[in-house]
């Protein structure tokens, strides 16, 4: 997708020049075509014009899904502007275009570290303007990588190097980000303020599940509460009316239910007539035949198919929903939200399994023929074995001699290297197109992937630094790794913004710019192929 144009550079370039008539001498200083670079690599002004760019792309993304499954779009979970930047660069450099790779936000990882109060669980007990601000900070960072990579170009451009071209078809670090607003943080009013906050932020796409606010759990355990679903749908509109009040037209909502795995309910709704969405939610609660004489007091008591019945209440005040009622909860919860405003679905699962999510989809389908999902290829599964099994049960029905394999022991690594092990793995390499071909899932994200490299990548360098490996731990398994490989930050001077910033203060102060980038600047030591290759001879010597 070509974002940028030569005609953005000259319109702005006669905008200043213009100006510069209109102030006259009190403006000689000021070069018309460097304030036009400047405008040039800061295409985006406001949070809100990322909004509106980005919900268009997801749109477009959703209309071509439609006609082919094989268009399905993904992402990657970053807790910080850095992570998110680094993906980006790395986007574009190794798949050479941003086109449906997306950016997500998970309030999980908001909550586990970002938040004022130190490390939380995943409760909704973080400060509501951490998602916010992350979502700034995170666009603060594409928005930089876009100045320093096309202010490089133009300095190319002005040493005589023919880059023109890569000027003109310039495409921005800038991507969709589906943002989590949990289960809104509060009431309806709650969930407007909020989702404004984050549309101003440059948030398109507003994620927001089913669970009672105050009571929120992670989707992946236990004692999750759902709410009836007007209360749903009210918020659901609170997000439609922030989007619309802000200018974000093609704003994007997805809907996720928890009742998969939600066995409880904190509140019974009222029903106005027979069959209405309040008696179809109250026809899940779990409740047994009474007759009056037997109620007690202050008991809660329903009337079902001409019979007396009490809902089952644990000691909480909470109700329970039927065993075994979880998937038609499931498949309720998903049509009415597309018929009340949502774009996309969230179904949280117990597993990844490809067969189990198509056969609640093809339900949805039936009413809502283009229904999509974001699905959460979580870090909160065990891969590895649940698709053993899988293969195992495959193999099985396939009529394979299985006694090799302990079904109960299937992670050992022993069948790392089996028959069954590539099965497995085949299937996990080929789920995301499998999922989007077979089960409607328009969107893969992964929720907590830079939380977990962080960890690994923590524990690997300490254990080795700390060692009898010392400093080689460190320039053979990192430096010499993102010098081999061109990774962005190597010269992180750079990445932080130094050499954009020298060529500003040229732009402000002329020769007198007291600049950074100087023969002093150990960061030259990577500036070319020839020093890249005395550094690496140099570094060969201590293995």
Known sequence: MKNLSKSNYSSALQAVKTLKEKYGNTWNAINPESAARMLTQNRFKTGLDIAKYTAAIMRHDMAEYDTDSTKYTQSLGCWHGFVAQQKMIAVKKHHKTTNKKYLYLSGWMVAALRSEFGPLPDQSMHEKNA?????????????????????????????????????????????????????????????????????????????????????????????????????????????????????????????????????????????????????????????????????????VLLKRDGKLVRPVRLANGLYKFKEGSNINRVVL?????????????????????????????????????????????????????????????????????????????????????????????????????????????FHHLITLPTYHTTALHMNNLTQEYFGDEGMLAYVKNVQREEIRKGVSCLKHQRMAGSDLGDDHKTFFAGEKALKAGGEKNTSNQFSTPSNNNNVEKQLSVLV
């Open 131 to 299: 998602v916010p601000d992350l979502i700034k900070e995170i666009y603060d960072f594409l928005r930089q990588a876009d100045a320093i990579e096309l202010n490089d170009l133009f300095k190319r451009l002005e040493n005589g190097e023919d880059v023109q071209e890569q000027i003109d078809n310039f495409e921005t670090h800038v991507v969709p980000i589906i943002a989590d607003i949990d289960a809104g943080f509060g009431n309806e009013e709650a969930t407007y303020l909020l989702s404004k906050k984050m549309i101003e932020a440059g948030a398109c796409a507003i994620q927001i599940e089913n669970q009672v606010s105050d009571a929120k759990q992670c989707g992946h355990q236990d004692g999750k509460v759902t709410v009836p679903h007007e209360d749903f749908i009210a918020k659901l509109n609170a997000i439609r009316y922030a989007f619309l009040e802000l200018g974000v037209d093609d704003g994007i909502i997805v809907a996720r239910t928890d009742s998969e795995g939600a066995g409880l309910t904190q509140k019974l709704p009222v029903s106005q007539e027979p069959g209405d969405l309040a008696s179809q939610y109250l026809a899940f609660i779990e409740a047994e035949a009474i007759n009056i004489i037997d109620a007690k007091e202050d008991d």
């Open 333 to 441: 919860d998903c049509i009415t939200s597309l018929q009340h405003g949502a774009d996309l679905l969230w179904i949280e699962t117990p597993t990844p399994n490809i067969k189990q999510i198509a056969h609640m989809v093809n339900q949805i389908k039936t009413v809502v023929p283009n229904a999509k999902l974001v699905y959460n290829n979580s870090p909160s599964f065990n891969w590895t074995l649940n698709f053993r099994h899988q293969a195992y049960d495959e193999m099985l029905a396939e009529g394979e001699n299985m006694t090799a394999y302990d079904r109960n022991n299937l992670m050992d690594a022993q069948y790392d290297n089996s028959e069954l092990c590539h099965r497995a793995d085949e299937k996990i390499k080929t789920f995301q197109i499998d999922g989007a071909k077979e089960a409607g899932i």
